[in-house]
């Protein structure tokens, strides 16, 4: 299958490449407010939408206008253009789906400055060629896999990085082989994680590591004891320090737990198929208590790594929809069934009678598993 990543690097241009970035950048966000500016006000006016084929077609009256923008590459400006094109899409979309809408804000300077070349750039060892700028080195770190689609400049903090997206086909040879060391993985409360492997869904449960357990009753009985101490006294300091040292220590032993399994599992499958955990985040904001808020932070600690470690190895790692039910559906016939959190079992009227987390690891995996073959999976290198 074909996979879609981005190689990041940090850049390490001379003093009249910086001051090129700058402007490119500059122009880039010129064109972006101008063009957001101009939707707004012939919105107001008439009501209608000014399209990124209305404004690109604008662009060589505006240089006529604005000569320094003849300095950049024309495709770079475009790329402007079409974010501004991609926030409104999203905009729309979020009002759709009834979110947050957040309007399309301006650009300003030193926020998130960057550009875009669709085409057009180069590679030689540790030198980019970047068109109207030129070859500029870069700390390859690491080989670049595949073709390059677009590449991205952008300043983080005061270095300039360069984004390769790139494309190649996946080092899982064969799907059906891939299907064979698949991973489906439902994340709980009462248990850690319940795994489905292979393409005969093996169960696998990971209990609650034991310093989780009896982390919660020392972290109920060390909370208690702080509120018995008079406000600010010595023995409220100490009993305040005791309580932030236990936090540290279960924080560590978190995220030792989390790395050492998320390496094994990175290591004996091809496709690791997880629940989008800000659903469960949102369903379970009513019971707000200590082990919740354990759990939670744990598990996107433990998915990150994953991800990560996943992009890392070019395995697959594909994330269930926002919005899909995974634990009310039967996987069997797809009936929807009311659970409440005390049932275990899911017994469907098609005879599927199933541990609830089972049921919910199969329809992750199926879900995810649907999508592939048909889309590209999109693995996001995180910053070293
Ligand atoms: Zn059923």
């Known amino acids: 299958m074909i996979i879609r990543k981005t190689f990041k690097y940090r850049l390490k241009p001379n003093n009249a490449q910086r001051r090129l970035f700058a402007q490119f950048a500059g122009s880039c966000r010129f064109v972006y407010n101008r063009g957001l500016a101009q939707k707004i006000e012939v919105y107001e006016k ?5 399209s990124y084929y209305d404004l690109n077609n604008q662009l060589p009256a505006l240089k006529q206008e604005y000569p320094w923008l003849k300095d950049v590459h024309s495709q770079v400006l475009q790329q402007g253009l079409k974010d501004l094109a991609t926030a409104f ?10 979110e947050t809408p957040g309007f399309p804000k301006f650009k300003a300077k030193g926020q998130r400055d960057s550009f875009r070349f669709p085409q057009g750039v180069k590679l030689n060892e540790n030198l980019v060629y970047l068109p109207k700028i030129g070859l500029v080195k870069f700390k390859k770190s690491r080989d670049i896999l595949g073709e390059i689609n677009q590449t991205t400049i952008k300043k983080e903090g005061k270095h300039w990085m360069v984004c390769f997206s790139c494309e190649y086909e996946s080092s899982i040879p064969n799907y059906d082989l891939a299907l064979s060391k698949s991973l489906g993985i439902d994340m709980g409360l009462a248990t850690y994680a319940t795994f489905v492997k292979g393409l005969g869904n093996e169960v696998e449960k990971i209990e609650n590591p034991r310093f989780l357990k009896k982390g919660l009753k020392k972290l109920q009985y060390l909370s208690r004891d702080l509120s018995r101490k008079a406000k600010k006294s010595r023995n409220w300091y100490k009993a305040r320090q005791k309580l932030q040292n236990f936090h540290g220590f279960l924080r560590n032993s978190r995220n ?39 759990s939670d932070a744990g598990w996107s600690g433990f998915l990150e790594n994953l991800k990560y470690k996943a992009s890392h190895a070019g395995k697959g790692f594909l994330q269930a929809d926002r919005f899909y039910p995974s634990t009310k559906n039967c996987h069997n016939c797809g009936q929807r069934h009311e659970l409440s959190l ?5 017994d469907c009227s098609c005879g599927n009678k199933i541990d609830r987390d089972v049921n919910a690891a199969i329809n992750i995996k199926q879900q995810c598993l649907k999508a592939v073959g048909t889309t590209v999976i999109k693995l996001v290198e995180l910053p070293h």
């Open 46 to 50: 008439s009501k209608t939408k000014l």
């Open 89 to 98: 899409t999203n905009f729309f979309r979020r009002v759709k789906n009834k």
């Open 256 to 294: 030792d737990f989390a790395h050492k399994l998320s390496t094994q599992l990175v290591k004996s499958h091809d496709i690791i198929c997880v629940e989008s955990l800000s659903i469960k985040a949102m369903l379970g904001s009513g019971s707000k208590n200590l082990s919740r808020a354990i």
């Open 342 to 346: 005390k049932e275990r079992v899911l």
